[in-house]
C-alpha cells in the first residue's frame, strides 16, 4: 500500500511556527480521514489533530488547541498541520495518519497508513 510522504519540521525557538505537510503520493487524501499524531522520547504516540472525510470536522488536543490548525488543500492532495506558539513540550516526531473510515479516531491502532515522521524541536 503506498504511504502518505511528509515534509516540513525541523528546529524552532519557543513561541515559533512550523508547517507540516503530508502529500498523499498515489493516495487520493480527500478520499480519507487523516490525523497528526505525535511522539515525544520516553512517551507513547499520541493524538494532535485530525480531520474527518465525513464532513471536514475537525479535532484537536486540548495541548494544543488555538495553536494548531489542520486543513487540506484537495488540489495539491496534501493535508498540513500549521503549529503557532510553539513549546519545549511540543518537541517530538510528528506522523501523519490515514483511516479508512469517515470519522477520526483517537486510537493509533486505528489507523491504516503512516508517513515517515518529522522531527519538530523547539529550543532556544
Known amino acids: 500500500q503506498s504511504l502518505p510522504v511528509q515534509s516540513g519540521g525541523g528546529l524552532v525557538q519557543p513561541g515559533g511556527s512550523l508547517k507540516l505537510s503530508c502529500l498523499g503520493a498515489?493516495?487520493?487524501?480527500?478520499?480519507?480521514?487523516i490525523a497528526w499524531f505525535r511522539q515525544a522520547p520516553g512517551k507513547e504516540r499520541e493524538g494532535v489533530s485530525c480531520?474527518?472525510?465525513?464532513?471536514?470536522?475537525?479535532y484537536y488536543e486540548d495541548s494544543v488547541k488555538g495553536r494548531f490548525t489542520i486543513s487540506r488543500d484537495n488540489a495539491k492532495n496534501t493535508v498540513y498541520l500549521q503549529m503557532n506558539s510553539l513549546k519545549p513540550e511540543d518537541t517530538a516526531v510528528y506522523y501523519c495518519?490515514?483511516?479508512?473510515?469517515?470519522?477520526?479516531?483517537?486510537?493509533?491502532?486505528?489507523?491504516?497508513?503512516w508517513g515517515q515522521g518529522t522531527q519538530v524541536t523547539v529550543s532556544s
Open positions: 498515489e493516495i487520493t487524501l480527500g478520499h480519507y480521514t
Open positions: 495518519a490515514i483511516r479508512t473510515s469517515t470519522e477520526c479516531a483517537a486510537v493509533s491502532d486505528d489507523y491504516a497508513a
Open positions: 480531520i474527518s472525510s465525513r464532513d471536514e470536522t475537525t
